[in-house]
């Protein structure tokens, strides 16, 4: 969006996620219909856990990371330490408290990922994002369907892309949830790093989180949580949903339940392009909040920018927002009425890390 989940897993993802469990197998012909019905349900049942997102357990960052305590080395040749990334991942020590490289060398590999909770402090970093692949094609379900999924905190990736091949366009599967990455843990990272799937690739679930010149790539809801996140200087690449079919996706689902939960998105500096007509986003909670900043729009985008969930839904609570676009599809003289002004201390601060930081945590992921 192998082997299971842990019941850790299970349990972190049961009380939020019971209703994405019923968002499977769309029919090739009512999918879009379906999509809506799925989600809204997921909506329903994840009220409770997700009420708390932008409040959930970050703990008071103290950088007393030591140095590299060591360097863990991946090649699928057998020439390092291990030929499999999770067996890399599974020899860092529970409740680490030093930063461990795991340094994986270009590649495909064939597995999901899982960094647990307890295991802090990991530098997980490929050869370039369009060398080192993570694969795996697990799908029916987000909650259990990510090839990578991190839940610890103080976690940084670099130079590698994750893919959930399920909706590859060669396989002709129709489209279903298959999510990529799924990222729950506070003070997250990302640097040059790719996400690939084509509905619900990247979940932002919940944390504080900032993506760098990475590329994300779908058609459906694909990047969509409650995580509290910078994307800077990043590609959006939209793909279409059905070859063919006049089904238009949706960029971001946001999912900030409370009008004074800290959690949105913001994309600075990104450029939205591909294939497939979109719009910017619809709500996925009552009080979605994301802005789009100094980003290039393809003709791709469509002129209302955004929609409600559904056609009966509340938006006086969503704050959707758009500043100093450029391109096609930045004209804002046809978009939604319910477009959010936002005043320029709140824009300032979005639009700079401190959204994502004011401890100096991400000045220490910068170095590393």
Known sequence: MFLALSSIVTLFLLASNEAVLAHTHYSHTHHYHRHYHHHHRRNHHAHDHDHDHSHHSQKQFHDKAAPSQRIITVDQSGNADFSKIQSA????????????????????????????????????????????????????????SPTFLTMANDIVVKTISFRNSFNDPKKGNPMTPAVAAMISGDRSSFYGVGF????????????????????????????????????????ISVREAYP??????????????????????????CNIHGVGKTY????????????FYKTVMSSIIQPLGWQPWNSSADVGGVEF????????????????????????????????????????????HHML
């Not at 339940?257 to 959690?263: F, G, P, V, Y």
């Not at 804002?332 to 477009?339: A, I």
């Open 244 to 269: 063919g079919k006049a089904i238009i996706g949706f960029i971001t689902a946001q999912g900030r339940m409370k009008a004074d939960d800290e959690n949105g998105f913001v994309f600075k500096n």
């Open 321 to 364: 927002s758009e500043y100093e676009n450029m391109g096609p599809g930045s004209v804002l003289s046809g978009r939604v009425s319910w477009l959010k002004k936002l005043d320029s201390t709140t824009l300032m601060k979005m639009t700079s890390t401190e959204f994502v930081d004011h401890e100096g945590w991400l000045k220490t």
């Open 196 to 235: 690939y799937s084509l509905q619900d690739t990247l979940w932002d679930f919940k944390g504080r989180h900032y993506f760098n010149s990475c590329t994300i790539e779908g058609a459906m809801d694909f990047i969509f949580g409650a995580g509290q996140s910078l994307y800077e200087s990043c590609s």
């Open 89 to 144: 991942i599974d020899s860092v020590p529970s409740n680490n408290k030093q930063w461990i490289y795991i340094n994986v060398n270009a590649g495909t590999y064939r597995e999901k990922l899982k960094i647990p909770e307890d295991k802090p402090y990991i530098v997980l970093k490929g050869m370039g994002k369009d060398k080192t692949f993570v694969e795996w094609d697990d799908h029916d379900s987000s909650a259990q």
């Open 280 to 291: 910017l986003g619809r709500p996925w909670r009552a009080y979605a909040r994301v802005l």
